[in-house]
């Protein structure tokens, strides 16, 4: 866990410096900020998502983790979450929920993440994840300087995700094979794209809502292997 528990001090600390930035820009360069966000958001799902060529395992995954999050309403409790943490800490930022589903969504999906918990998980040093650490220190920078305080509590996810990743792998790491990292790479970066379509509001994708997809490919690829 020192892997998770370092990256989760990069993004306090860097969420910090760009709340004191976001006080000082203005508007329009806040807009164009996010806009930027929005494109590497993108550009970094399509790298992902070409990580597969199990397109019918993927899709299918999609398509029943979809429903599955649809049913649990989670982007309906997320954006609760958020409301209760903006109440509680009396913020006036109309993008605090906003702020910590997307920095969690961006520190959480990439290929780092489940490498690098993998990595941990088995025993090895978590140099994967401590430069990952890095780079969303720089990276919450960035987002907290558009969108506020909310990218700072993307922690909590952040921490249970890629910590419970790290703990199941130290349990069952033996079983991650490259197919299963591949797949899950894959529908994380779909959901990438499905997040960068929705910061540029071009539509307004319930990202959250197919999260359990992430869970369905380990199934599904799982499944396959016995055939």
Same mark, same amino acid.
């Given at each position: 866990?020192?892997?998770?528990?370092?990256?989760?001090?990069?993004?306090?600390?860097? &969420?910090?410096?760009?709340v004191?930035?976001?006080?000082?820009?203005?508007?329009?360069?806040?807009?164009?900020a996010?806009?930027?966000?929005?494109?590497?958001?993108?550009f970094?799902?399509?790298a992902?998502?070409?990580?597969?060529?199990?397109?019918l395992?993927?899709?299918?995954?999609?398509?029943?983790?979809?429903l599955i999050?649809?049913?649990?309403?989670?982007?309906?409790?997320?954006?609760?979450l958020?409301?209760?943490?903006?109440?509680?800490?009396k913020?006036k930022?109309?993008?605090?929920s906003?702020?910590?589903?997307?920095a969690?969504?961006?520190?959480?999906?990439?290929?780092?993440?489940?490498?690098?918990?993998?990595?941990?998980?088995?025993?090895?040093?978590?140099?994967? #994840?401590?430069?990952?650490?890095?780079?969303?220190?720089?990276?919450?920078?960035?987002?907290? &300087?558009?969108?506020?305080?909310?990218?700072?509590?993307?922690?909590?996810? #952040?921490?249970?995700?890629?910590?419970?990743?790290?703990?199941?792998?130290?349990?069952?790491?033996?079983?991650?094979?490259?197919?299963?990292?591949?797949?899950?790479?894959?529908v994380?970066g779909?959901?990438?794209?499905?997040l960068?379509?929705?910061?540029?509001?071009?539509?307004?994708?319930?990202?959250?809502?197919?999260?359990?997809a992430?869970?369905?490919i380990?199934?599904?690829?799982w499944?396959?292997?016995?055939?």
């Amino acid at each position: 866990m020192t892997g998770t528990l370092i990256n989760v001090a990069t993004v306090i600390v860097g &969420s910090i410096v760009g709340v004191i930035l976001h006080k000082r820009f203005s508007k329009r360069f806040t807009e164009i900020a996010f806009q930027g966000i929005g494109l590497f958001t993108i550009f970094l799902g399509v790298a992902m998502a070409l990580k597969s060529a199990a397109y019918l395992v993927i899709v299918l995954s999609l398509i029943s983790g979809s429903l599955i999050g649809e049913a649990l309403n989670i982007e309906v409790w997320m954006d609760n979450l958020g409301n209760k943490l903006k109440s509680k800490l009396k913020s006036k930022n109309d993008k605090f929920s906003e702020g910590l589903v997307t920095a969690f969504l961006l520190f959480c999906m990439g290929s780092m993440t489940i490498l690098g918990a993998i990595e941990e998980g088995l025993g090895g040093k978590p140099n994967l #994840l401590l430069t990952k650490a890095i780079m969303d220190g720089f990276g919450s920078i960035a987002l907290a &300087s558009a969108l506020g305080i909310g990218v700072m509590f993307s922690v909590i996810p #952040l921490l249970i995700y890629q910590g419970g990743l790290t703990l199941l792998t130290s349990l069952i790491g033996n079983y991650f094979s490259e197919i299963y990292i591949n797949n899950l790479t894959s529908v994380g970066g779909i959901l990438l794209i499905g997040l960068g379509l929705r910061i540029l509001e071009i539509k307004q994708i319930r990202v959250l809502n197919m999260l359990p997809a992430l869970l369905i490919i380990l199934l599904l690829t799982w499944i396959k292997g016995l055939f």
